[in-house]
């Protein structure tokens, strides 16, 4: 493995832990999963939330880029068409959104990426005229969205999240009941999804995660931290009116600084991995089944059909929730160093590389 290869995985790992970084604040929320909108959050508890929201999905985004880039470069290679079978992993990674949204998390973000991915199939390719073109087109209508949402946020009353059900069922059907308006973030996702998307791949032809690129990663730190930091704090004070800016403008932006800085480190790493470095690799390579894993524990932990503890550590708020953060975070890391010294991919990876392979298992049986 390249050390190119060794920080994708490790950007991998830290974006599905900074991700939970994210969701445990809408798991731990006694009032449901419109509880992260609270008017009365304190200064503690929006530093915190500050830390993670929104980065690390926009870090995750371009690494979802940058794994479609890898996959276009890995069919130009074997002179297969394109987007050809791409399109079933598409619509596989679909499906498993539509699981996990439906059973497991009202948030999901596998569905957005999904349909982002099968437009961006067809651009990846394409001249850097275009492609700068969609990017544009894209983002401006990704900024329109927000302003109008931000505009809507700021007239709206207070949102409470209401008395969530207490049962699994009962939140599946909430789930089925309200699709319209847990599957609204789709308007946003999948315009900033193609601009992140193609701008992972350019990064990647860049060469920002090898040697060569170590001028572009100054460049990028100097950008989204130098810039996006205080831009993303100051959106993070500013109250819920500007909770769309904040995640969804400024986030993004920090995390191009993020996805610099962690490979700026892991490429100026000498010998062999240490403890922590081999946890988050580890996390990195099994990175769906992490993720599903992540919010099915959260859900356990903090949900009355569970554990309770939402409700129950309502009190310790916000001190408790770093603490689930990090206990299921370990949990995982080490679950998933465990789980690779068996298998070279993780469980959900295993069944849908399965599933992805079926469609042509038989084909390729008989031309043999």
Same mark, same amino acid.
């Given at each position: 493995?390249?050390?190119?290869?060794?920080?994708?995985?490790?950007?991998?790992?830290?974006?599905? !832990?900074?991700?939970?970084?994210?969701?445990?604040?809408?798991?731990?929320?006694?009032?449901?999963?419109?509880?992260?909108?609270?008017? *009365?959050?304190?200064?503690?508890?929006?530093?915190?939330?500050?830390?993670?929201?929104?980065?690390?999905?926009?870090?995750?985004?371009?690494?979802?880029?940058?794994?479609?880039?890898?996959?276009?470069?890995?069919?130009?290679?074997?002179?297969?068409?394109?987007?050809?079978?791409?399109?079933?992993?598409?619509?596989?990674?679909?499906?498993?959104? &539509?699981?996990?949204? &439906?059973?497991?998390?009202?948030?999901?973000?596998? !569905?957005?990426?999904?349909?982002?991915?099968?437009?961006?199939?067809?651009?990846?390719?394409?001249?850097?005229?275009?492609?700068?073109?969609? !990017?544009?087109?894209?983002?401006?209508?990704?900024?329109?969205?927000?302003?109008?949402?931000?505009?809507?946020?700021?007239?709206?009353?207070?949102?409470?999240?209401?008395?969530?059900?207490?049962?699994?069922?009962?939140?599946?059907?909430?789930?089925?009941?309200?699709?319209?308006?847990?599957?609204?973030?789709? &308007?946003?996702?999948?315009?900033?999804?193609?601009?992140?998307?193609?701008?992972?791949?350019?990064? !990647?032809?860049?060469?920002?995660?090898?040697?060569?690129?170590?001028?572009?990663?100054?460049?990028?730190?100097?950008?989204?931290?130098?810039?996006?930091?205080?831009?993303?704090?100051?959106?993070?004070?500013?109250?819920?009116?500007?909770?769309?800016?904040?995640?969804?403008?400024?986030?993004?932006?920090?995390?191009?600084?993020?996805?610099?800085?962690?490979?700026?480190?892991?490429?100026?790493?000498?010998?062999?991995?240490? &403890?922590?470095?081999?946890?988050?690799?580890?996390?990195?390579?099994?990175?769906?089944?992490?993720?599903?894993?992540?919010?099915?524990?959260?859900?356990?932990?903090?949900?009355?059909?569970?554990?309770?503890?939402?409700?129950?550590?309502?009190?310790?708020?916000?001190?408790?929730?770093?603490?689930?953060?990090?206990?299921?975070?370990?949990?995982?890391?080490?679950?998933?160093?465990?789980?690779?010294?068996?298998?070279?991919?993780?469980?959900?990876?295993?069944?849908?590389?399965?599933?992805?392979?079926?469609?042509?298992?038989?084909? *390729?049986?008989?031309?043999?």
């Amino acid at each position: 493995m390249t050390r190119r290869i060794d920080a994708l995985d490790v950007l991998r790992g830290v974006a599905i !832990m900074g991700t939970l970084g994210t969701n445990i604040w809408l798991f731990t929320a006694p009032e449901g999963p419109l509880g992260f909108l609270r008017p *009365e959050t304190g200064a503690v508890e929006t530093f915190l939330r500050f830390l993670a929201n929104g980065k690390f999905l926009g870090l995750l985004t371009l690494l979802f880029g940058v794994g479609l880039e890898l996959q276009y470069r890995s069919a130009a290679r074997r002179g297969t068409p394109w987007p050809g079978r791409y399109l079933w992993r598409a619509a596989l990674l679909f499906c498993e959104g &539509v699981l996990h949204y &439906v059973l497991v998390f009202e948030f999901d973000v596998l !569905m957005g990426y999904a349909l982002t991915s099968m437009v961006v199939a067809y651009l990846i390719g394409r001249s850097e005229r275009a492609v700068t073109a969609w !990017m544009v087109a894209a983002g401006a209508v990704h900024l329109a969205v927000i302003g109008l949402v931000t505009a809507a946020l700021a007239v709206a009353p207070p949102v409470s999240g209401g008395v969530p059900p207490r049962d699994w069922l009962g939140q599946v059907r909430m789930r089925l009941d309200n699709v319209a308006v847990f599957r609204a973030e789709l &308007v946003i996702i999948v315009p900033l999804g193609i601009v992140l998307f193609l701008l992972g791949a350019r990064l !990647m032809r860049a060469g920002a995660f090898e040697e060569r690129g170590a001028a572009l990663r100054v460049r990028l730190m100097a950008v989204g931290l130098g810039l996006g930091v205080p831009l993303n704090l100051l959106t993070s004070f500013a109250g819920p009116a500007w909770f769309m800016v904040d995640r969804y403008v400024a986030a993004p932006l920090v995390a191009l600084g993020l996805l610099a800085l962690v490979t700026h480190v892991v490429l100026g790493m000498k010998g062999a991995p240490g &403890v922590v470095r081999r946890g988050l690799t580890g996390v990195g390579r099994t990175a769906l089944s992490c993720y599903v894993f992540q919010n099915l524990a959260a859900s356990v932990l903090c949900y009355d059909w569970g554990l309770g503890l939402a409700g129950r550590l309502d009190g310790l708020r916000p001190w408790w929730v770093p603490a689930a953060w990090a206990v299921i975070c370990l949990s995982f890391m080490v679950l998933a160093s465990w789980w690779l010294r068996r298998f070279d991919r993780g469980p959900l990876e295993l069944a849908w590389q399965w599933a992805y392979q079926a469609p042509w298992r038989g084909r *390729e049986r008989v031309r043999a």
